[in-house]
């Protein structure tokens, strides 16, 4: 049940206040939730493991001027080992490889740690290159630099160049990908050796190319010129070593709706909408229609809107014809208004006076006051302007009037809330 506002003109206010406050702000002043993304995708084991060695490797060097710190080092590297090849520096390093929130090095530091141990303490000086020890050899997760896959095949171009140097072997180093070469932009060929489509070589030795942009259309060519092309790209046609635009309009080629229109453009083209006015067109406007839409009719070259309202289409009772683009709608005459589908006269309210809704006490109490106003400033008149009966008739018009608000405050309140 929604609560009731109190009585009177202070209490109503502040409890209307106090009521709005309690709201929720508007929607657009709410914090909006945060856009969805999606989860990174997993780094693949062998760059994992690679991070793990580069931490790892960190550590042996943020710990290399360490001790076992317990006050008698000579002593504990005597009876125990010496710290740098000993457990607990291998603990202290192992305890800051992966963050907190690398979960996927803690589980592969879970999986590998005796691995780890074992390298530690009988395998460094047979195999000083951690990486290559645990990451290729023992787990075979990573392959060498320039091969890919299970079988560590060399990526196309040789693992000294793989891709020719102008791409990216795909799985390089790790025991996934297919090996396929990603070329950089004016490169292909499946070792990113050739110039890709319109690109041309500007220099090539037995070590390094250098491939340059055709000039614009051309697909293939011989040189940077417009007169350079062998080939043009789609769109174009080649007339005496220059591409030309094919102008799909012209021909067959263009594929439009019954309701649309052919724009040629550089090397392709656009299909747009025709005019509302017409029944297919050849161009853009109402004088390029075919035929006339039904609502428009031809006036010379033109479809133009027909005016139904010049002649009588609204049977109805106080309704008007209003004319609109290609059609015509009935609507209510001024002064009129819809109800149940036919048109009847709006009633206009009388507008109420303030003293209308009264009740009888109060009109009494009213005209006490007025005669008291009166009767109060004769006094003062006849006193000239005495300070003590000016004072007096100012208290008895605040009074009057207070007593006749406090009759009316609620009154009063209402008749604003409604405009009154």
Known sequence: MAPRPPRGLVQALLWGVSLFLSLPGPIWLQPSPPPQSSPPPEPHPCHTCRALVDSFNKGLERTIRDNFGGGNTAWEEEKLSKYKDSETRLVEVLEGVCSKSDFECHRLLELSEELVESWWFHKQQEAPDLF??????????????????????PCPGGTERPCSGYGQCEGEGTRGGSGHCDCQAGYGGEACGQCGLGYFEAERNASHLVCSACFGPCARCSGP????????????????????????????????????????????????????????CMGAGPGRCKKCSPGYQQVGSKCLDVDECETEVCPGENEQCENTEGGYRCVCAEGYKQMEGICVKEQIPESAGFFSEMTEDELVVL??????????????????????????????????????????SDRVLEGFIKGR
């Open 132 to 153: 290559q020890w645990l990451c290729s050899d023992s787990l075979k997760l990573c392959c060498p630099s320039g091969t890919f896959g299970p079988s560590c095949l």
């Open 225 to 280: 010129e417009e007169s350079n092309c062998l080939q043009c790209k789609k769109g174009w046609a080649l007339h005496h070593l220059k591409c030309v635009d094919i102008d799909e309009c012209g021909t067959e080629r263009a594929n439009c709706g019954a309701d649309q229109f052919c724009v040629n453009t550089e090397g392709s083209y656009e299909c747009r909408d025709c005019a509302k006015a017409c029944l297919g």
């Open 367 to 408: 005209q006490q006051m007025f005669f008291g106003v009166i009767i109060c400033a004769l006094a003062t008149l006849a006193a000239k302007g005495d300070l003590v009966f000016t004072a007096i008739f100012i208290g008895a018009v605040a009074a009057m009037t207070g007593y006749w608000l406090s009759e009316r």
